[in-house]
């Protein structure tokens, strides 16, 4: 199993950048995918997720510090989900990884997720 993140770079304050992250090696759209991020001298905090129904509804979780910014969605015809983000601030900076659980739970902490890839560094320069 591999998650690859891309996407990440350097930006300015008020930019918008989108992360995409690839899975290989996992029947992909039985899996909840997540996205968390973690900022230097911080731990590692959940920022969204996404899920699929068995009647193939997608349900998304987002952490109230992101809401409004960030957009999570995937398309399972490609292994891969994406996440969003506008109106970039400083504090966004960090390493984001994505992640892959299965079961339809989306968990918020950073341990029952089954996979990892291994980040994508995003800078927001104020």
């Known amino acids: 199993v591999q998650l690859v993140e891309s996407g990440g770079g350097l930006v300015q304050a008020g930019d918008s950048l989108r992360l995409s992250c690839a899975a290989s090696g996992l029947t992909f759209s039985s899996y909840v995918v997540g996205w968390f991020r973690q900022a230097p001298r911080k731990e590692r905090e959940f920022i969204a997720a996404i899920r699929r129904s068995s009647s193939n509804i997608y349900y998304a979780d987002y952490a109230d510090s992101v809401k409004g910014r960030l957009t999570i969605s995937r398309n399972d015809a490609k292994n891969t989900v994406y996440l969003q983000m506008n109106s970039l601030k400083h504090e966004d900076t960090a390493v984001y990884y994505c992640?892959?659980?299965?079961?339809?739970?989306?968990?918020?902490?950073?341990?029952?997720?089954?996979?990892w890839g291994q980040g994508t560094q995003v800078t927001v320069s104020s």
């Open positions: 992640a892959a659980g299965q079961g339809t739970y989306m968990y918020r902490n950073d341990v029952n997720w089954n996979y």
